[in-house]
Structures are given as C-alpha cells and as structure tokens.
C-alpha cells in the first residue's frame, strides 16, 4: 500500500505535469487501451454536468473509472471562449485522482496538458482505424493548441510529408507552420483559404470554435475521396451535406453525443456507424476500401482523462516530480 495514503496527495503544476515527460506514443496507446475497456463494458463515465457562468462557457464535471487500470477519479474543467483576451487559456482546470480502493484522493494536477494531449491521441486512435494507412498530408483548420497536439499524434501514427495550415488569424497559422515544420520535419504550407486545407488533405482535423449553430464553412465536394476527419470542434465547420457525404460518421461516445444533441448541437448528422469502443474491439468495422469517406466526432471523453493520468501520476512518483501535500 502507498505509505502516503490517507495522509498526503502528490500536486502537479503545469510545470511539472509537463516534466514528467509522458510521450504522445505512450498516450495513444493508452487511450487505445481504454477504448478497448469501454467497448467490453468496463468502464463507468456518468454524463458530464457542468454550470455555466458566460455565454458559450462552460465548467464541466468529469467522472471517470477503468477498473482494468484501476483508474478513477475526475476533471473540473472549464472552457471560456474570451479568455484569450486576457492572455489566458481557453482550456484550464484541475483533475483529482482517487484512489481505486479506499476513494481517498492521491493526487490533484493540472489539466490544460492532459487535456490537449488526450484529444490529439483520441483523433490519432480514431484515424487508426478509419484513415487509409498511406496517410501522408494533414490539413489543419484552427492552428492553436488542439491544431498543435492533434498533429503531434497523427505524426506519431503516420509517416506524413505535408500539413495545410488554415487559421482565421494568418499570423497564428503562419507560427504554426513554422514551428510544425521544425518540430516534425514535414512541409508546411501555410493557406488563405480552408478549401485548400480540405481538398489536398488525407487527413483534416477541424479544431476551430464550438458554435450550437455550425459556421458550416466545408461544403460538399471539398473531402477527398479517400479521406478522414477529425471533428474535434463537433459539427461547427462543417455544412450538413458535406457531413452526408461520409460512408462513416463515428463518436467516442453515443449517450454523449445525444445529450449535446438534445441541448442544441449537432441537430443535422449523418447517422451513426460506430463509437470507438466497438471500432477497437472490431465489433464495428473501421474503413473498409480506400475510397470511403470517414468521420469521427470525438467530444472528448472523461475516460480520456482517466487513461492518462494514472501515467503521470506513477511517472511523477518515481521521477521525484511534484509537492506532497497533507490532506
Ligand atoms: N473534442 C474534444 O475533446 C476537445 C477537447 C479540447 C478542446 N476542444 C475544442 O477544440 C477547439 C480548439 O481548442 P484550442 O484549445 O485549440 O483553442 P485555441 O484557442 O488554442 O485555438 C483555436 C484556434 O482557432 C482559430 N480559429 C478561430 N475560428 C476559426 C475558424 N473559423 N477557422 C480556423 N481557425 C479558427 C483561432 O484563431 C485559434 O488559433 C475548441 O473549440 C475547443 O472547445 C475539443
């Protein structure tokens, strides 16, 4: 038994929930591991319920366990669209763990890593299976954190050459292209237009703004014939008949998807193939030609959370990262 138990929790900064050094390859792996669980019912993820301080904000509650990792605890996380402005994140928040057993808290650190990580790890498992595996362009519509850690895993799961960077802000874009092409060794080219980001692109990942009204910017044709995309800001860039257009529409979470349905999103989506539990017990086939079109609407999963932290919690023990604190 951990001889801190009941007396001490370990508290991770920023800082340190960076230093602990988790790689994108191990998270991936991990969430991989996780969906496995959820598709065999091992898993308990209560929906999220959330308060609501400023228009389009939310801080939401994220309750998770994987008994197969003997994972539990949950997210306090909060999403403020105008935080910008101030020179603050948009994503911030804390996550608990708990201890399996007893309940008793361990540990509590800071998200805005694991949050960005896990969904550029959830788009990568999701493309795993609906992506063709000669993937080798990436177009990246919205180039802020999630534009950032979303590449970072698909570059860990794909031999990629190229990415189209698109941003509403062409400064942002053009940092991004720059310091992807540094970081990853592939080609930027840094674009004015979204279509150019889509149309080349084997793979798109939309990570612009969340809006109950989509923007509705991709129009039908602009997915190639072959391609994949990742909807990381739900159904916003994307006009209903361009959705149509897919062969596969999947979510990492059904019930999920139908309660942000019922309070306003996602009011015109193709139906529903599969979630990323049954594609990663192969109880649903992935893609199944190279001309298929696929989509996955992955809304960001509390069991995301629950997969990672565990890992750095562990990683931060051994590598002597963190403060005790006494409870
Ligand atoms: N699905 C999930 O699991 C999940 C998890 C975390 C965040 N998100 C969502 O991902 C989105 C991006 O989050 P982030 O943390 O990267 O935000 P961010 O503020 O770091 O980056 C957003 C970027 O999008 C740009 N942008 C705004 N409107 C645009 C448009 N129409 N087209 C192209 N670019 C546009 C902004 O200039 C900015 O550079 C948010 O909508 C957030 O809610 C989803």
């Known amino acids: 038994m951990n001889p801190q138990l009941g007396e001490k929790l370990l508290y991770l900064?920023?800082?340190?929930?960076?230093a602990v050094g988790l790689?994108?390859?191990?998270?991936?792996?991990?969430?991989?591991?996780?969906?496995?669980?959820?598709?065999?019912?091992?898993v308990e993820m209560p929906p999220k319920i959330g308060i609501h301080t400023?228009?389009?904000?939310?801080?939401?509650?994220?309750?998770?366990?994987?008994?197969g990792k003997n994972a539990s605890g949950m997210k306090w996380v909060g999403g403020f669209p105008d935080n910008s402005k101030r020179g603050l994140p948009y994503i911030t928040g804390l996550l608990i763990l708990n201890d399996f057993e007893t309940g008793v808290p361990i540990a509590l650190m800071d998200c805005i890593w694991i949050t960005a990580q896990r969904t550029g790890a959830a788009t990568a498992?999701?493309?795993?299976?609906?992506?063709?595996?000669?993937?080798?362009?990436?177009?990246i519509l919205g180039c802020g954190v999630q534009g950032r850690s979303n590449l970072e895993a698909l570059?860990?799961?794909?031999?990629?050459?190229?990415?189209?960077?698109?941003?509403?802000?062409?400064?942002?874009?053009?940092?991004?292209?720059?310091?992807?092409?540094?970081?990853?060794?592939?080609?930027?080219?840094?674009?004015?237009?979204?279509?150019?980001?889509?149309?080349?692109?084997?793979?798109?990942?939309?990570?612009?703004?969340?809006?109950?009204?989509?923007?509705?910017?991709?129009?039908?044709?602009w997915?190639?014939?072959?391609?994949?995309?990742?909807?990381?800001?739900?159904?916003?860039?994307?006009?209903?008949?361009?959705?149509?257009?897919?062969?596969?529409?999947?979510?990492?979470?059904?019930?999920?998807?139908?309660?942000y349905r019922d309070i306003g999103y996602f009011q015109n989506i193709p139906p529903i193939h599969a979630d990323l539990g049954e594609l990663a017990t192969r109880r649903k086939p992935g893609r199944?030609?190279?001309?298929?079109?696929?989509?996955?609407?992955?809304?960001?999963?509390?069991?995301?959370?629950?997969?990672?932290?565990?890992?750095i919690y562990e990683k931060a023990k051994d590598k002597g990262i963190g403060t005790w604190l006494r409870l």
């Not at 400023?54 to 008994?67: E, G, K, Q, R, V």
């Not at 802000?169 to 540094?182: I, L, N, P, S, V």
């Not at 860039?237 to 979510?251: M, V």
């Not at 199944?288 to 890992?311: F, H, K, Y």
């Open 155 to 221: 570059t860990a799961t794909f031999a990629l050459k190229r990415v189209f960077a698109y941003d509403t802000h062409g400064d942002r874009a053009a940092a991004y292209g720059q310091e992807m092409q540094k970081k990853f060794g592939i080609e930027a080219v840094v674009v004015s237009d979204p279509k150019e980001a889509v149309i080349q692109s084997d793979i798109v990942v939309t990570a612009g703004p969340i809006l109950r009204k989509p923007h509705a910017t991709i129009q039908r044709g």
């Open 223 to 259: 997915l190639a014939e072959g391609a994949f995309a990742s909807l990381v800001d739900f159904d916003s860039y994307w006009h209903p008949e361009a959705l149509k257009e897919c062969d596969k529409f999947t979510t990492d979470d059904v019930p999920q998807l139908h309660h």
């Open 54 to 67: 400023m228009p389009d904000a939310f801080i939401h509650a994220m309750p998770a366990a994987i008994a």
């Open 288 to 311: 199944e030609s190279r001309q298929e079109r696929t989509i996955a609407c992955n809304l960001g999963l509390a069991l995301d959370d629950m997969a990672v932290a565990p890992l």
């Open 23 to 42: 790689t994108m390859s191990e998270i991936i792996a991990a969430l991989e591991l996780m969906f496995r669980e959820k598709g065999e019912g091992r």
């Open 13 to 18: 900064s920023r800082a340190d929930v960076a």
């Open 125 to 139: 498992v999701a493309a795993k299976y609906l992506a063709r595996a000669d993937s080798a362009s990436v177009g």
